[in-house]
């Protein structure tokens, strides 16, 4: 009813091709696909990235833990 048709569909993409000849589709398509590529690789990175700073943190912190223990220790001494 409201929805559109694979006939609808067909007839865009036939008008698309006809419009743009399929050499410049398919540019478009490998241009579309190494953007999408690369967006994934730098979310990755950034990932990788956030990992290893909470990975440089958390040894940070774990001597100051440590610190702490021994100051109290001395403290109570």
């Known amino acids: 009813m ?15 091709i006809l419009l743009f000849g399929t050499k410049k589709l398919r540019n478009i398509g490998s241009d579309l696909g190494s953007a999408v590529k ?4 730098s979310v990755s990175d950034d990932n990788k990235a956030e990992t290893e700073d909470d990975k440089v943190e958390q040894l940070k912190e774990a001597p ?11 403290d109570q001494a």
């Open 2 to 16: 409201g929805g559109i048709s694979i006939w609808q569909l067909l007839i865009i993409f036939a008008i698309i």
């Open 38 to 41: 690369g967006f994934k690789n």
């Open 64 to 74: 100051k833990s440590d610190e702490n223990i021994t100051t109290k220790e001395k």
